[in-house]
């Protein structure tokens, strides 16, 4: 829905609010035409209900809303000696329409000094639950959200088994655009395996103010742009059209931001021209060819295993002299090229066109593609055939123009053009683990609008997660690490626990001092 529809549907149902309580308003006390006033209404509702004036702000939050309606369709009720069981509910399962029944059939008294404590245990504990289901979801939404690393595309920088806090307001908190979904959860729901939202209606986009751009090397989460999959690591080969903050979460680093002209040489990022410097924390790994000395005992899981080899290797040919790694970092490649019996130890750097890369150019691949302008919002480029394949996508799905070619001609919304100008801004993101990744370099730029977070810290660190719960282990090096900084990673888990144990003393010595008084 365009932010046009949006508008007359919440004048729609501001005119349903009132056709339906203003009785009950006038019974309250109020004016009549206070029902009738969008976000008036709501104020003066909360105060006849006895609820304070910020549940009206609760009203307009997406997924937030959801559990609020029911709530506040109860509390009427109740405000109005409507507190049966069959009233409550009535109340939920005709969503609110039986106040309808009530304001127009019923002569009820209001009840302005309504007692607001639950009355039994088992509304005490809706209650609390409710609340509490409130609160995390407003942090998860705009705040932090918990995320695990799935896969070894970061190996390194980020292992399979973190479990991270990813930041909503570092780029700024993305409200909702699937307004009927359940909350602080993602695509599926838990245990019953099914879709946990409604595709439709969806809300635009907004994204509140942040406190930093996304700059070149950060690590980020977004929803992926290319995502079909039915749900994560679904083989089922069953697809489905997903709203875009429903899409699957990726983490990748940015290698190249809006505005930059980006080419990849030999497997190495250029931007502008220059190559690009990654990060200390960054080990970017490549796949190998070692070749040995047959004669010289090598045992080769020690020894990949020593340098951090961890994607796995295998014999290249029958003479069983090349080892065909993976997965290998530069660093690990020098002390391999040390170690008795080994030959040499060769990066492989791909020469050959891939017909799955992105945009589909003939003479590209993993290695080696560009030069690529990266878009930026508000710039215009040249729009022909030769470069149609790269912003084809953006215009027909990210931005929602139709685009058709007649001949040499290009038409976006039935009009010839010759040239575009990007309405957001767009990513190039990547894996550290360049032959283990699948990145814009197969499905193209990441829009501003599917970016989700930045991942801040390591809460836990599970090694083993794909070999069962039998064989796993904490990495306790890795507990309470920063994601992103300078230097290597430091783990803050034992100023954790000191100040837990200063709490814990603390405590105990106020209360001893509490009796003593």
């Known amino acids: 829905m365009s932010t046009y529809q949006w508008f007359v549907f919440f004048l729609i149902v501001q005119v349903i609010h009132g056709l339906g309580t203003w009785k009950l308003y006038e019974k309250a006390g109020r004016k ?6 969008p976000v008036y209404n709501a104020i003066v509702l909360m105060r006849i209900i006895g609820r304070p004036t910020l549940w009206t ?3 307009f939050i997406p997924i937030i809303n959801l559990i609020m309606f029911p709530v506040i369709w109860v509390e009427t009720l109740r405000s109005f000696g409507k507190k049966s069981t069959a009233d409550t509910w009535l109340g939920i399962f005709t969503f609110g329409l039986y106040i309808y ?3 127009y059939t019923q002569d009820v008294n209001y009840i302005s000094d309504r007692s607001l404590v639950a009355t039994t245990k088992t509304g005490d504990t809706i209650s609390s639950l409710l609340f509490a289901i409130v609160v995390a979801t407003l942090v998860h939404t705009y705040v932090m959200q918990p995320f ?9 920088s980020l292992l399979i088994g973190d479990f991270l806090f990813v930041s909503k307001f570092h780029y700024g908190a993305r409200t909702p655009m699937t307004s009927v979904a359940a909350p602080m959860v993602h695509d599926t729901l838990p245990l019953v395996r099914t879709k946990s939202y409604l595709s439709y209606p969806q809300l635009p986009y907004f994204r509140f103010p942040g406190f930093e751009k996304i700059e070149k090397n950060d690590i980020v989460v977004f929803n992926w742009p290319a995502d079909t999959v039915y749900k994560f690591f679904d083989t089922s080969g069953k697809s489905i059209v997903k709203p875009i903050d429903k899409r699957s979460n990726y983490v990748k680093r940015c290698q190249g931001t809006p505005g930059d002209n980006l080419q990849i040489k030999n497997g190495v990022v250029h931007i502008n021209g ?20 047959l004669n010289t005992p090598i045992d080769f899981d020690y020894v990949l295993k020593g340098v951090g080899s961890t994607d796995g290797a295998g014999y290249k040919n029958e003479a069983r002299d090349t080892i065909f790694i993976k997965a290998l970092s530069d660093e690990a490649a020098v002390t391999l090229r040390k170690v008795p019996g080994i030959k040499s130890v060769t990066k492989i750097v791909n020469q050959f066109p891939e017909g799955n890369i992105f945009s589909h150019n003939p003479t590209w691949n993993s290695d080696n593609l560009g030069p690529i302008y990266i878009p930026e919002a508000g710039k215009t480029v040249p729009l022909n055939k030769e470069n149609l394949s790269l912003y084809k996508r953006l215009i027909t799905v990210y931005e929602k123009h139709n685009l058709k070619t007649v001949g040499d001609d290009i038409y976006i919304d039935d ?4 040239s ?3 309405q957001q801004n767009y990513y190039w993101m990547m894996g550290d683990n360049r032959n283990n990744s699948e990145d814009s370099r197969y499905w193209g730029f990441v829009p501003e609008d599917h970016i989700v977070g930045k991942p801040v810290f390591i809460w836990m660190s599970i090694d083993g997660m794909n070999e069962g719960i039998t064989n796993w282990r904490i990495r306790w090096d890795r507990l309470f690490t920063t994601v992103n ?7 803050y888990f034992k100023y954790f626990l000191g100040l837990i144990a200063l709490y814990v003393v603390g405590d105990y010595f106020m209360k001893k001092r509490k009796a003593k008084a």
């Open 32 to 37: 009549r035409w206070e029902a009738f006033v």
């Open 57 to 59: 702000l609760l009203l």
């Open 101 to 103: 029944y009530i304001n």
């Open 148 to 156: 695990q690393i799935p896969t070894s595309s970061l190996e390194k």
């Open 274 to 293: 220059k190559e690009l410097v990654l990060p200390e924390r960054a080990k970017p790994q490549h796949a190998y060819y070692m070749t040995y000395d």
């Open 415 to 418: 009009k010839k053009v010759t």
């Open 420 to 422: 575009y100008t990007f």
């Open 485 to 491: 900084g300078e230097g290597q990673p430091e783990s």
